[in-house]
């Protein structure tokens, strides 16, 4: 069984190890073991403290292999968006243009700057092992942490967003960050993404404060506007049927999209359900997928079968009672796996 739980300080070696395998593009989560330590801590100071309201709070989590004990995924929260570090993007909007005497009128797409101080939740940080892929893991991962934000709601902020990846190559060359990034900033995307995590102050200094008419760019960078990387496709698919939407605002290096959804309307946390374990069998039980978290702040979460005895009441499996350390008259959240099953 793999089970979704906060990262802890005795995960950074494996968890450097796995981040690194992700290649360019896992922005907000680089291999950097100073990093990753400043990370971790930071997640379970949010994990312990869970404020009255949020103040950016991350939660990173990481999908363990029960019986390996190896550290195969990894996914995060934040939860707001902003504050002395603003979250940036690029706004695409409409431009008129307009001459009477030539009777031409012209619609314009272009790129605005949004410095955004008092932000939305966003969820990201998401890989997972290549080998563990399949099987409902990567629902786990992604879907998992919504029950804790559904169980934990005034914690976060009323609108989620994510920015998916965008199209790179092997190398983390972007064509749309060598039409417009690199000539303001003069280094490579991947050390741009780098340092985007540890002061985004160059951004503020450097990034064009004025619109950009996206037909002014070259071919190739328009084409990547809002496609996302083909390794990030079935991540965006995962959202996409919780209830994510794509918005108007790309990613401001790679032009990836970025996608929200209110919080009470994620699948995931409109519709679970919190009910009483009445029973801890050994199993199998006959019964839908669900994915299925304890309640407490020691958040566990995992992927399978349970049965519906009353309203208020579930049987579990002796497997799953372990993997999400609860007990008979505890309660847990679940959800079907995926939508509409």
């Given at each position: 069984?793999?089970v979704l739980?906060?990262?802890?300080?005795?995960?950074?070696?494996?968890?450097?190890?796995?981040?690194?395998?992700?290649?360019?593009?896992?922005?907000?989560?680089?291999?950097?073991?100073?990093?990753?330590?400043?990370?971790?801590?930071?997640?379970?100071?949010g994990?312990?403290?869970?404020?009255?309201?949020?103040?950016?709070?991350?939660?990173?989590?990481?999908?363990?292999?029960?019986?390996?004990?190896?550290?195969?995924?990894?996914?995060?929260?934040?939860?707001?968006?902003?504050?002395?570090?603003?979250?940036?993007?690029?706004?695409?909007?409409?431009?008129?243009?307009?001459?009477?005497?030539?009777?031409?009128?012209?619609?314009?797409?272009?790129?605005?700057?949004?410095?955004?101080?008092?932000?939305?939740?966003?969820?990201?940080?998401?890989?997972?092992?290549?080998?563990?892929?399949?099987?409902?893991?990567?629902?786990?991962?992604?879907?998992?942490?919504?029950?804790?934000?559904?169980?934990?709601?005034?914690?976060?902020?009323?609108?989620?967003?994510?920015?998916?990846?965008?199209?790179?190559?092997?190398?983390?060359?972007?064509?749309?960050?060598?039409?417009?990034?690199?000539?303001?900033?003069?280094?490579?995307?991947?050390?741009?993404?780098?340092?985007?995590?540890?002061?985004?102050?160059f951004?503020?200094?450097?990034?064009?404060?004025?619109?950009?008419?996206?037909?002014?760019?070259?071919?190739?960078?328009?084409?990547?506007?809002?496609?996302?990387?083909?390794?990030?496709?079935p991540?965006?698919?995962?959202?996409?049927?919780?209830?994510?939407?794509?918005?108007?605002?790309?990613?401001?290096?790679?032009?990836?999209?970025?996608?929200?959804?209110?919080?009470?309307?994620?699948?995931?946390?409109?519709?679970?359900?919190?009910?009483?374990?009445?029973?801890?069998?050994?199993?199998?039980?006959?019964?839908?997928?669900?994915?299925?978290?304890?309640?407490?702040?020691?958040?566990?979460?995992?992927?399978?079968?349970?049965?519906?005895?009353?309203d208020?009441r579930?049987?579990?499996?002796?497997?799953?009672?372990?993997?999400?350390?609860?007990?008979?008259?505890?309660?847990?959240?679940y959800?079907?796996?995926?939508?509409?099953?």
């Amino acid at each position: 069984m793999v089970v979704l739980r906060p990262a802890a300080l005795n995960d950074l070696k494996e968890l450097v190890a796995l981040v690194g395998r992700a290649g360019f593009g896992l922005t907000s989560l680089p291999a950097d073991e100073g990093l990753l330590r400043s990370r971790i801590e930071g997640s379970q100071h949010g994990f312990d403290k869970l404020k009255a309201k949020p103040e950016g709070e991350p939660y990173l989590f990481v999908l363990e292999d029960l019986t390996t004990g190896k550290i195969v995924g990894t996914c995060g929260v934040w939860s707001k968006v902003g504050g002395f570090e603003p979250f940036y993007a690029y706004r695409i909007e409409q431009t008129l243009h307009e001459s009477k005497m030539l009777k031409v009128r012209k619609e314009i797409p272009t790129l605005h700057l949004v410095a955004e101080h008092n932000g939305p939740t966003e969820i990201g940080s998401l890989f997972l092992a290549p080998e563990y892929r399949g099987g409902g893991n990567g629902r786990l991962l992604s879907v998992g942490r919504f029950l804790f934000m559904a169980e934990f709601k005034k914690f976060f902020d009323t609108l989620v967003i994510a920015e998916m990846r965008g199209i790179l190559t092997d190398q983390g060359n972007s064509p749309f960050w060598d039409a417009i990034g690199k000539h303001f900033f003069e280094i490579d995307l991947p050390t741009a993404d780098y340092l985007s995590v540890v002061n985004k102050r160059f951004i503020a200094d450097l990034m064009p404060k004025h619109p950009i008419y996206i037909p002014l760019l070259p071919d190739a960078a328009q084409a990547v506007i809002g496609k996302v990387h083909a390794h990030t496709e079935p991540a965006l698919h995962v959202l996409e049927t919780e209830g994510f939407e794509r918005n108007e605002m790309i990613d401001i290096f790679e032009a990836g999209p970025i996608v929200e959804c209110p919080l009470r309307k994620i699948r995931a946390v409109k519709e679970s359900v919190r009910k009483e374990i009445a029973a801890i069998v050994d199993g199998p039980l006959e019964s839908p997928s669900y994915i299925v978290s304890n309640t407490s702040r020691d958040f566990r979460a995992c992927l399978g079968m349970l049965l519906e005895e009353s309203d208020d009441r579930v049987t579990i499996t002796k497997v799953m009672g372990l993997g999400l350390k609860v007990k008979v008259g505890d309660r847990v959240r679940y959800v079907t796996a995926k939508a509409g099953k």
